[in-house]
Structures are given as structure tokens and as C-alpha cells.
DNA sequence: TAGATTGTTAATCGATTAACAATC
DNA sequence: TAGATTGTTAATCGATTAACAATC
């Protein structure tokens, strides 16, 4: 497994390739072709062929490549191996559900605290995971050598908490808000989910089909 | 405005023009040019040029753009002013997040009804939106004229759950789960958000940081 | 061996950026 | 008018697809 600078739109597919073999793994297969990986993927077989080589050949030829392999290498490859310590910012509506709902462990995060400012909830836990108060949080972070954190709050309290977060030594952002980190921290990992720009592009296209 | 076909890429910026623009809209700023939003976007101005001028071109040379005019240009090319009637499909904490969280009729959509498989929430209000249970979900839809799901429920309910929703008419998914829609269904809308995907691309980006 | 399928190079396609004449 | 900034064409860059020799 080497790298080079592998591009954007390798690794945004490396998470489904991950999946569709976890999958097959788990079916007991044990070898799957190009081809057959791109009928999956809704590819071609070229592009599957291309992207997998970024890491270094370990298909087979006229055999095709080896699913367990497969699946470890592109694990691997997209770190999952390690854990990277986290908290989550916010215990609405979606830091709840988030909090609640992912399988950290097997995405390289391990969830050391929830910090929310409604005193009514503090010390509570969502899946064995505390609630802490907001003052607490750089103190925390530093403590516990954070490295990630999850932001689920109002856009508004985005700024002040990002500021707190980096001042405990966190960098890396899994960012709910609107609010653009890398302007004010040009060198923090962000990685943003924009729902609603989400929603807006499913209007588009509704429209796009009417007309 | 027309249209021709526009790329995807350039589909996937408006929602962030139109974010900015409102915010620019707000603070009564009246005219912007190609390289002010640019350095908002972060992006060239000749990119923002290029992207407006796909819906015919109403800058000014010398002048820019006008901000209002601008706001309502893109709002009418996403498709905001219309509004296309959607369910949502599970009551869990995801579905519940989405329900109590988005802002459904500045996105083109009016949330009709929330559907569950859980008999003791039946009834219940999210938002003033009532949650029905899933076995009215069919005819519900095909009395109502609903054209957008919304599947937060688990992946293993999802086909089964999307049938019902194709033969009540709908054709638009804003699509939470891993269940791969248009593999059965080859002609509908899909918006997809894997979570989980994000966050193991925010995994590899922090481990490509480390070496 | 013959058939299958990879690794890899070359060709194509699309998207981004640069340049500049048009014009407000 | 002079300066600014667009609209639009051309140049560049990157990503996808096709092709095929290498080889299991």
C-alpha cells in the first residue's frame, strides 16, 4: 500500500468500494473481477481497474482480485485501523441522533464526550457516552488529545466553538453548520455535510424532470 | 433563464451561491461581482462567471451582478418557489433530527406526514406533522399526490419500503440509508447522504495529514 | 495451452482557468 | 471618457474510458 497524491474523487469512491466488498466478504465470496466490481459500483471496469492500482496491484491476472485482501487493503488505505479520539459538539435533534446512530468504531473514531450548553442534560448519557458542560471542552480536549470533532450546533455558535476546539489542539472537523472553518483555519481537515444544500439539489432535479 | 444541460458539478455549487447571495441579500448589499463571490466561494472568477452565465447572462458589465435579481434568478433555477409535497419514513432518531430540523418550505418542500412502524408513537406530532403508521403509507400518498420520501429507517426495510412508496407515486428519495434505489427503480430521483461514507473520508484525509 | 483478466498506456471527454474583446 | 467587469472563446488541466500487451 503506497500513495503518491491520490485524487479527490479516487478516495470519495473508496468508502463504496469498501462497503460493496465488506459485503461480498461477508457472503463468503472470495474472489470478484472489474467488471463485476463496476456492475456494483455503476462504473467501468476501466475506472475500477484504475482507481484500485493507485495502491499498488494486488489483483491477479485472469483471476481477478482476492476479496478479503481487497477488503483489508482498502481499510487500510482509508486508515480505519486507527482511532482517532473525538467529541461531539451539540446534543440537539442531530447530535442525538448522530451520537446515537454511528458505528464510530468502525469508521476510525472512537466518541469521548458530548458537550452541550443545557445544564438539564449534563451528565447524562447517550450510548455510554457522557454529557459534559461546554466550558469543560478545551480543558477536555487537551486532556484527552481530542482530535476530531463533530459539530452539531447553530451556525451562529460555530465561530466561538471552533475557536475553543482548536484551541484544545483539535483540527479535524465533521461540520453540520454552514459555518466555513477553513476560512478562519486554513489548515483544519473539514469535512462538511450540507443537508440542505442536499435537499435543494433534489429540488432541482424534481423540476428538472417536470419539465 | 433557460437551461440546456447543466453539468452536475455546476448544479452542485448553486445551493452554495444561493446561501451566500441571501446572506449578502440580508445585509443589503446590492451588487456583487464575479471575483467578490469567488473569494466567497473559493473559488475563480471565472468559474462564477462561467456558472451564472449558464442561466443567460444578467450581470453588467462594469457593474457585476445584482444582488436581489441574482437571489431570484437562482432560487427560480433550483425550483425553490415551487413546492413538491414528501413523506418521511421512520420516527427514529435520524428521521426525528430531519422532521424537528430542516427548513422544509425554503427548500421546495412541504412535509405532509411522518411515517412509523412503532404503534406507540402513532399520533404523535413532530413540528405539527403527524406520524401515521406505515400500513396507510401507500394510499396516503396516492390521496395526498406526494412525490418526495424521505428513508431514515434501517437499510434492511428499505425495498420494501420503496415499493410501496413507487406504487403510491413516488418518485423522489432523499435517501438516508445504503439501499442502492436506482439499482431496482432506474428512473428515480435520488439524492443519497451516506453518513458513514463522509466520515471515513474524513478518516483517510486525517491519516494522509499524519505521514 | 487457451481463456480470462489485470496493469498500464493512450485517447477522449468534461470541467476549470485564462484571456480578452465588448460594453456599461 | 476611463475604469471596471462582464460574456465568451480558447487553453489547460484532470478525470474517465478505451485498448491491448503482459501474464496468471
Redesign the interface.
Known amino acids: 500500500m503506497n ?1 503518491e497524491n491520490i485524487s479527490k474523487s479516487v ?2 469512491r ?3 468500494y ?2 460493496f466488498i465488506s459485503e461480498l466478504d461477508e457472503q463468503g465470496v472470495d474472489r470478484v473481477s472489474s467488471g463485476q466490481l463496476a456492475e456494483i459500483m ?1 462504473t467501468t471496469a476501466s475506472q475500477v481497474r484504475q482507481d484500485l492500482n493507485h495502491f499498488g496491484g494486488f489483483g491477479h491476472q485472469g483471476y481477478g482480485y482476492p476479496v478479503p485482501k481487497l477488503k483489508e487493503e482498502i481499510k487500510n ?4 485501523n ?1 482511532t ?1 479520539k473525538a467529541v461531539l459538539i451539540g446534543a ?3 447530535g ?3 451520537a ?5 468504531e468502525n ?3 472512537s466518541l469521548e464526550g458530548i458537550f452541550d450548553t443545557n445544564k438539564r442534560i449534563i451528565g447524562d448519557k447517550i450510548r455510554k457516552v457522557e454529557i459534559y458542560e461546554i466550558e469543560v471542552l478545551r480543558d477536555f480536549c487537551k486532556a484527552k488529545g481530542i ?2 470533532a463533530f459539530l452539531c450546533i447553530p451556525r451562529e455558535s460555530a465561530p466561538g466553538v471552533v475557536k475553543v476546539l482548536n484551541e484544545g489542539g483539535v ?2 472537523f ?1 461540520n453540520f453548520t ?1 459555518y ?1 472553518i ?2 478562519d483555519y486554513p489548515d483544519a ?1 473539514v ?1 462538511n ?17 417536470e ?1
Open positions: 500513495k478516495i470519495k473508496l468508502p463504496r469498501y462497503r455503476r488505505i482509508l486508515g480505519l486507527k482517532h440537539g435533534h442531530i442525538t441522533a448522530i446515537a446512530h454511528m458505528d464510530f469508521m476510525g473514531f482530535s476530531a483540527n479535524s465533521w454552514h466555513d477553513n476560512a481537515i469535512e455535510v450540507h443537508l440542505s444544500d442536499m435537499l435543494m439539489t433534489l429540488c432541482y432535479s424534481m423540476k428538472e424532470l419539465d
